[in-house]
């Protein structure tokens, strides 16, 4: 007769989880993904910017002409949560530098991660996530302006600053939608560089991701603030900025788990940054 496993804890309670990593160490993890896209096959790591460029532009043009505008802010947003499922041929790439390994931009694309459907897996509950955070924005602008038609990405500004049922809006949907944002950082920030360099499950990876960020709060705080300030520019520039920013953000996210990541029994070689 078969029992029930033992729970297992994602990461095992002997590790250490704070490293004690100032803010500015962010920093140190962006130069090293910017090194990552530039001394080896950048041509690789500029193609794979150009295809999320190409994603991201088709995406938010989908919105428009199919009149779903209204949902294009936290689409926008939650990109964020996303963005690290598309960045795993990056984190590939950073790897197989790590490891002293040749790489090329078809081993970006058809990646052999370790947890192999696992990543599958994670991605489809984080779009399922995204999904329910976009429906929320959805709700809270019926409760503000009841069943009233969205005016379009022309007059928005004027609906949410003009009136006091905007700025409860903006406030609210501030609120709610940091809340989804942190809830998608904390997952999304390791799963997939667990998944593709370790043997694990998808919910164990996604614990292990929260434990991880949840410990080394300053450095992760520094970390999501620099990613957003980069996303906001790539919007700014109508993605333009992506074909370079999102290479440099997946390979600098390789190298912030390396840093974070390094307990016993890990299968990561060398440090994430040079001493």
Not at 3 to 15: G, L, M, S
Not at 57 to 78: C, E, N, R
Not at 116 to 134: A, D, I, N, P
Not at 237 to 261: D, E, K, Q, S
């Amino acid at each position: 007769m078969s029992t029930i496993p033992k729970p297992v804890p994602a990461i095992p309670r002997q590790f250490k989880l704070n490293h004690n990593l100032p803010p500015d160490t962010a920093f140190q993890w962006l130069h090293a993904g910017w090194r990552d896209f530039t001394s080896v096959n950048p041509v690789a790591s500029l193609l794979y910017g150009l295809l999320v460029f190409v994603l991201s532009v088709a995406i938010v043009s989908s919105l428009y002409l199919l009149k779903m505008d209204y949902i294009m802010f936290p689409a926008l947003s939650a990109f964020t949560v996303i963005g690290p499922a598309l960045a795993i041929g990056l984190y590939e790439k950073s790897r197989r530098i790590t490891s002293g390994e040749t790489v090329s931009f078809y081993d970006m694309l058809f990646v052999k991660a370790r947890s192999k459907g696992q990543v599958l897996f994670v991605g489809v509950l984080l779009s399922l996530l995204v999904l329910m955070w976009m429906r929320t924005a959805v709700l809270l602008y019926a409760l503000f302006y009841g069943m009233r038609p969205f005016p379009g990405l022309e007059q928005v500004a004027g609906t949410l600053l003009a009136t006091t049922d905007g700025w409860l809006l903006l406030l609210v949907g501030t609120i709610v939608g940091g809340l989804f944002a942190a809830f998608g950082f904390a997952v999304s920030a390791f799963s997939f560089p667990i998944l593709l360099n370790e043997k694990s499950d998808a919910f164990s990876a996604m614990g292990a991701s929260i434990v991880l960020v949840w410990h080394n709060l300053p450095v992760m705080l520094m970390w999501g603030f620099i990613v957003m300030t980069l996303f906001g520019l790539t919007v700014i520039t109508g993605f333009i900025a992506m074909i370079i920013v999102y290479p440099v953000l997946g390979h600098a996210t390789w190298h912030a788990y390396v840093a974070i990541r390094k307990e016993p029994g890990t299968p990561v070689v060398g440090p994430a940054i040079p001493d």
